[in-house]
């Protein structure tokens, strides 16, 4: 049981070698089109999309995603935005008092800006061409706020790589869909449910190499102490808070 | 240029209302598979989906999320959780210390979510199902945490209504892409390039009944002064602040 749209689904992988082949302008248009025909809250679509494309500016926002090659070897990059500012100037424009400077619209910014990337991610896979999510975005919010001169209530959330793949990875391993799935009320996990769900992705061959490389008890342990420590949360968590305050999402901390 | 994927992402229409047929238990796994090859953070899956059919369970997510009929309607409601609750015990059950109880994991989960969520509800609509999603979600999420007994460092973010449409609508009107696009800089909006993004969505008949309706002078007012209001969004933020603090991703606010 399946079809096409099912199938460019099921075959996603992440792409991190690109070709410096340029994507066609009409198929740049397209991949935005079928974006933005997501859903979006009370169809305010309030969300909006930069794209990279300068080599310069592409060399500065590698910078800012932790100098990821990607950024400079793929033809584009597209920064998904929460954004309230156009809708407020509308609404100023129209005499109605706009009331969106707080976190739960931020939030619902959000949600529109993640819906549309997944939408184009999709759309572009369809085409052949490959994409990386950067989840840098909220790391460094701010400076990519500088960088592309987003004005106030606007901030950015995720991060496409788009662009011809230069490699033809395998499928990444996935966690048994039994362990993420509840049924009408939340299941907790008992040790031995923990151990099943995780035991495929502890005996890959991947987990070894790198448990070997980062001289380590466990994969745990490489995400909690190497990969996405707490110090490194913590930082970022108060960076991000100060960025919404900034942007005029929250009013203190 | 296309092909069925971007077909079926630009066929998009919200369903809201739902003949009763049930769907298949395949067609359930099989958008569910299709769900979880969604790009995640680190390939960490921090999310979980619960999943409701039961009549009294949807009736009771039906009060939750402000009665809308489609949660009574449709056989299938499905809530999209940020998860670090799992991710969690596997750290502490492999003698690593995980650092995830703060904003930036809360976001990083969430992105998940919603990235799962809208793979989901492409795969649906491949097999000829509707969908509607609820922005109701983070308005109560503090009580959906009760009803579906989510624990610690679990949020729910978005809902899908998932079921056979009984209507067929035709698309809803889009901005023009033109007007959400920036290249290399956001390019701020001058009044009369408002009034273009706007002009056709002021001019539909939809909102023309819209102000006869809401006896309101236009649109904007419609969003901020009913559908949206500034009351509602700082009510719902502190509530969906607080519920962040409770759940464990936050210190205090």
């Known amino acids: 049981m399946s079809n096409q749209t099912l199938e460019t689904l099921l075959q996603h992988r992440t792409i991190r070698k690109y070709s410096d082949k340029e994507i066609p302008k009409e198929i740049v248009d397209s991949i935005i089109e079928a974006g933005f025909r997501a859903s979006t809250t009370g169809n305010m679509q309030v969300y909006s ?14 910078e800012l995603h932790f100098k990821q090659n990607m950024v400079l070897e793929a033809p584009m990059v597209m920064t998904f935005c929460a954004d309230f500012h156009r809708f407020n100037i509308w609404c100023k424009q129209r005499n109605a008092e706009p009331g969106y400077d707080n976190f739960l619209s931020f939030m619902t910014a959000s949600i529109d800006a993640i ?16 994409i990386v999510y950067l989840g840098t975005t909220t790391y460094n919010a701010d400076e990519i706020i500088e960088l592309l ?31 993420l799935v509840h049924y009408e009320t939340y299941e907790d996990y008992t040790p031995q449910c923990i151990d099943e769900i995780y035991a495929e992705k502890e005996a890959s061959q991947l987990t070894h190499d790198l448990i070997e490389e980062n001289q380590l008890e466990n994969l745990a342990q490489i995400f909690a102490y190497k990969r996405y420590t707490k110090k490194d949360n913590e930082y970022f968590s108060e960076k991000l808070l100060k960025t919404l305050v900034k942007q005029g999402f929250m009013k203190s901390l």
């Open 49 to 62: 999309v930069v794209i990279t494309q300068d080599a310069e500016n592409k060399k500065k926002l590698w």
């Open 115 to 130: 819906l549309v990337s997944q939408n184009v991610a999709v759309a572009a896979e369809s085409y052949g061409l490959g």
């Open 149 to 179: 001169k987003l004005p106030e209530h606007v901030i950015p959330i995720t991060t496409l790589v788009i662009g011809y793949p230069a490699e033809s990875p395998p499928l990444t391993d996935r966690l048994p869909d039994s362990g």
